[in-house]
């Protein structure tokens, strides 16, 4: 089965262009159910998430092949191709083709390319399912300047509980990450994906596929704070960053430096903010905030 959509460059931002994206775990091409075995010898059977590989074509050059759930691959095309400096802003894309059978997804463009020598040169990312960024990682935030938005702390507490209380391919089968859009504290897009460069390459595709303006969102992510996903989300234009995990030394170091909001440790009532804490607006009563709750609560969360 091959599918194509078509788009252009762009021209102007728009909210109201962009459909809602949320999970749909009851999807059957994401999880497969397995037969094992508990601690006790006794059969168990459980969902588990399908991963697929997923390879990219800009034109005619094959630029790498990602292992995927591969639930948005138009998306995770152009995201990857935007976060990688591959695709610009103001690029004109004619057409993006996903072959299902072949397992291969093709973005054309207006503009020629070459990334022969962009891509002998890769740094093999934090992420896991081996995040990969081609060329100077530091090229990709230099000259940067974030929006000055700011964070309520309401919005804060409003977004964490939405997001882990929304159905989810991780509540269905773990082994999962996920990003959120948000805007206030409100889920706009909310993918999922094995690795969480895959799902933050998704909503970057989905932005700008959709002319969304993010210079007044927040991306959530369940993920480590690394300088993988500062980078991906300073490229994006993303002024406040928050995970409900910790922070690496470089991911703070950077978010420093280009003036991120980074926000981690977000569970129930708690949160801690190692850069930009100047957006950060206390409008909330802690009395009035609930802890978070066992059935939400990600694996080895309590051990970061």
């Known amino acids: 089965m091959t599918e194509t959509i078509q788009t ?3 021209t102007a931002k728009s909210d109201q262009l962009a459909p809602r994206v949320m999970p749909y775990p009851k999807n059957p091409r994401l999880t497969e159910r397995v037969m094992g075995i508990d601690q006790t010898g006794a059969p168990v059977e459980i969902s588990v998430p399908v991963e697929r590989p997923l390879t990219l074509y800009l034109n005619s050059q094959e630029i790498v092949t990602m292992m995927t759930i591969n639930d948005y691959p138009e998306y995770l095309a152009l995201g990857y ?9 103001d690029d004109i894309v004619t057409e993006v083709v996903y ?4 397992q291969v997804v093709v973005v054309y463009t207006e503009r020629g390319t070459n990334f022969e020598e962009k891509l002998k040169k890769k740094t093999l990312t934090s ?13 990709a935030i230099e000259g940067v300047t974030l929006p000055k938005a700011e964070l309520r702390t309401s919005w804060l507490y409003q977004m964490t509980h939405a997001v882990n209380t929304a159905p ?3 509540l269905e089968a773990g082994a999962i990450h996920g990003c959120v859009l948000c805007k206030e504290g409100e889920p706009v ?12 390459d998704k909503i970057a595709g989905w932005a700008w596929r959709h002319k969304v303006d993010v210079a007044d969102k927040i991306m959530y992510t369940t993920g480590r704070l690394t300088s993988e996903m500062v980078i991906k989300t300073v490229r994006m234009g993303i002024p406040i960053l928050v995970s409900r995990s910790g922070f690496t030394a470089w991911g703070v170091e950077l978010a420093r430096q280009v003036g991120l909001t980074l926000i981690g440790r977000t569970k129930g009532k708690r949160f801690i903010a190692l850069s930009g804490q100047e957006r950060i607006v206390f409008d909330q ?4 905030v609930a802890e978070e709750s066992a059935r939400h609560r990600r694996k080895g969360s309590d051990d970061d």
């Not at 094995?194 to 933050?200: D, I, K, P, S």
């Open 127 to 139: 992420g896991c399912a081996q995040g990969t960024a081609f060329g100077d990682l530091m090229e």
């Open 8 to 10: 252009r460059s762009k």
């Open 189 to 200: 897009c909310y993918m999922e994906d094995v690795g969480r460069h895959n799902a933050v």
């Open 168 to 170: 989810s391919l991780y």
């Open 99 to 102: 072959d299902d059978d072949l």
């Open 285 to 288: 009563s802690l009395e009035f």
């Open 81 to 89: 191709l935007l976060n990688q400096n591959m695709l610009k802003l």
